[in-house]
């Protein structure tokens, strides 16, 4: 019997299979209502994606075997699943960029050093074999609380160009849908809240960081790197009511001794509910 926090709503996690495709000529480069600079904000995270969430399959899948909950063993294998295709989908995504022009390949190769590189190191150190499960939790609690954000931002969802708008709710919604999988693997196996918090703190600053640097490599292409630019769009951001300023407070919970991802927010009720929109309009 499963007693770990979990909406009723939810019964099991299970994949929604969608079809993307995406063509240079359909989808413009600014596919965020004319706004180049929020555009290339997710194309970075974008880029970051599918070698992101194969470290985060190989994190949780690696300690499936010492799970004796039989639930939560379920809802990793819908986690996997669930990840696997975003990453499929955002390659398809990324190409589209790399056919726009953009140096994909050249970020996407960083991307993947960095990986590899951190999950040798751990590899190589007992001490360090919980870091890439504990990284996991803590992104898991970013891309669900940006999740929430796409699901509850109409103004959001509604500038987004219709070609990939479908892909962002998506993927939003079965990052909520199995958000709590990561923490609750993370949880049974080791109870560290000095590495859990230290982590998510280290981890947060190195993901922004690095949304940033790719923003700028994109928006460079572009030659839209001036201060107009930047001024504007951070303050979209990060000004009075900006995007990543409303999420803050949630942002927040993850550094409390008690925190789950479902006690903290239970916004399951959004997932069915997007779910027969995308599936209905797609």
Known sequence: MNTLPRPSIIKDIKPLRLRFSFGKEQTPSAWIKDDLFMSHFLNAMSLSFPDGERFFMDSVRSFKEEIGDEQLKKDIQGFIAQEGLHGNAHEKFNTMLKDQGYPVE????????????????????KALESVPLAITCGLEHITAVLGDLVLTNHTLTNDMHDSVKNLWIWHALEETEH??????????????????????????????????????????????????????????????????????PMWLTYLKPGFHPWKEQDNSHLINQWKYIITETK
């Open 179 to 248: 958000k709590a999988v990561a923490y609750d693997v993370y949880s049974t196996k080791y109870q560290n809240y000095l590495e859990r918090v230290s982590v998510f703190l280290v981890s947060s600053i190195i993901f922004i960081l690095a949304i940033h640097a790719f923003q700028y490599v994109l928006l460079e292409k572009d030659n839209s790197n001036n201060l107009k630019t930047w001024v504007g769009g951070l303050n979209k951001l990060y000004g009075i009511n900006g995007y990543v300023t409303s999420i803050v």
């Open 106 to 125: 050249k970020l996407i190769t960083l991307v993947q050093t960095a990986l590899n590189s951190l999950q040798k190191l751990c590899r190589k150190h």
